[in-house]
């Protein structure tokens, strides 16, 4: 089994800054594309931003020059650092990662719990 387990999340000021994190464990071969997503309330999720497994990464135009996306790979982990909060980046914010169980597993998609963000006015 696989899972992923988000922390950080939690209320702050607009201009605020917050640091979310995101461990994969259990039976991992190998994780390909890692991200970040989020989904406020009345609203479809949406992909906040994604880095490979080579540290190539690309953001959503709303956050770019605010949010940054790194990772870990010696410990299967996963990082948004988030500056400059607005109030609409109030969501829930949700991780995922591309895994391969073994060598005769196929790629599959795994999700986080999610973890609330609040970016008070």
């Known amino acids: 089994q696989v899972q992923l387990v988000e922390s950080g999340g939690g209320l702050v000021q607009a201009g605020g800054s917050l640091r979310l994190s995101c461990a994969a464990s259990g039976s991992i071969f190998r994780i390909n594309d890692m991200g970040w997503y989020r989904q406020a309330p009345g609203k479809q999720r949406e992909l906040v931003a994604v880095i490979s497994s080579g540290g190539n990464t690309s953001y959503a135009d709303s956050v770019k020059g605010r949010f940054t996306i790194a990772r870990d790979n010696a410990k299967n982990t996963v990082f948004l650092q988030m500056n400059s909060l607005k109030p609409e980046d109030t969501a829930v914010y949700y991780c995922?990662?591309?895994?391969?169980?073994?060598?005769?597993?196929?790629?599959?998609?795994?999700w986080g719990q999610g973890t609330q963000v609040t970016v008070s006015s």
């Open positions: 995922k990662a591309e895994i391969r169980r073994g060598v005769m597993y196929l790629l599959a998609d795994y």
